[in-house]
């Protein structure tokens, strides 16, 4: 098949679609232009297997960091509340320790108080002034006699 | 002598070398991400390379290619539209980015500013078209395949790739023609 014949082909195949106008053409011409001359750039550039190795290396150590921060996040905010709950435990117990320190000190100064009154009672009973013996000894016949 | 294996392994290695820019072409112009038409043309010739000894010549090597490709391709958005989440990490480039690129004729500065929005309209085209009508119209118009060749490339009826071809263009005129 000659080129007139090829030409007459493709025009009659093509009668329809090729029907276009000059600017039209213009436009579709730098179209193929503008990606011909993108794909030869592209294609003869470096390879980018090594930049995506390098990217998805790039993920998954910033992956990792934020993984590794997200734990030790966790890990530090679980050991900061058990912190915080031993040392509220300790307090309370600190509070009752001396609340029954208090309780007690307070009992044996009630017992010292009382066993101080006894005293002071034993030796005033003991101790009775001269001028009230007779008075004395008349309250104790008193009893004896009935 | 060359073993029939080593021979195969040298019509393979001729045939990468020959389609490869084109596939690639393809692949960056349908994604407008060259990584991504990096790995899919990688995986295109991968495939091929597997099912190498089926191929029997009934169309040429380059129809083949470019069918694998847009299955590929296919794939590859069936999978991103499964995947939504994927759409975070694309790196396709916009279009105005994407018509940046112009080879350098002897023209005014005009003239190439002009030159870059009617592409730019063109890209935009591009963009909102179906898959299908995408394909066809790259695989026509930027590969300069002929309708038959389409017509194997992408599985359909010569009619149907010119439906395609036609809704297309008319779309690229709207686009065109709105923004003169």
Redesign the interface.
């Known amino acids: 098949m000659n080129s007139d014949q090829e030409f007459a082909k ?1 025009a009659g ?2 009668a ?2 090729e029907a ?1 106008d000059p ?2 053409q ?3 011409g ?14 003869s ?1 470096p ?2 297997v090594q930049h ?1 190795v390098v990217r998805r290396a790039w993920r998954l150590a910033a992956g990792t960091v934020l993984a590794s921060v997200l734990i030790a996040g966790a890990v530090t905010a679980e050991l900061y509340e058990h912190h915080e709950h031993q040392v509220q435990q300790a307090r309370i117990a600190a509070e009752h320790k001396a609340e029954e320190q208090q309780r007690a000190l307070e009992a044996q100064r009630a017992r010292e108080d009382q066993d101080l009154l006894a005293k002071v009672d034993s030796d005033v009973s003991r101790e009775v002034p001269s001028a009230l013996e007779p008075l004395a000894y008349l309250m104790s016949d008193d009893t004896t006699t009935k | 002598m060359a073993s029939a294996d080593e021979i195969a392994a040298q019509q393979f290695s001729d045939t990468v070398a020959a389609c490869r820019p084109q596939i690639f072409r393809f692949l960056l112009a349908s994604t407008r991400d060259p990584d991504l038409a990096e790995t899919l043309t990688q995986e295109c010739f991968l495939k091929a390379h597997r099912s190498w000894s089926q191929f029997r010549g009934e169309s040429t090597a380059m129809t083949w290619l470019m069918r694998i490709a847009i299955n590929l391709q296919k794939d590859h958005w069936r999978n991103r539209r499964l995947q939504f989440w994927r759409h975070a990490s694309t790196s396709a480039v916009d279009v105005d980015e994407a018509s940046h690129w112009l080879p350098s004729r002897e023209s005014s500065p005009e003239q190439q500013l002009l030159a870059r929005e009617k592409v730019a309209h063109v890209w935009r085209a591009v963009r909102d078209l179906s898959e299908r009508q995408r394909t066809v119209f790259l695989l026509r118009f930027v590969e300069e395949m002929e309708l038959s060749e389409i017509a194997q490339s992408t599985g359909l009826s010569e009619g149907t790739v010119k439906a395609h071809l036609s809704r297309a263009l008319a779309r690229v005129r709207a686009e065109l023609g709105g923004k003169r």
């Open positions: 493709h195949q093509h329809d679609i276009l600017e039209l213009q436009a579709l730098d179209f193929k232009a503008s990606v011909h001359a993108w794909g030869d750039a592209m294609v550039r390879r980018t995506t």
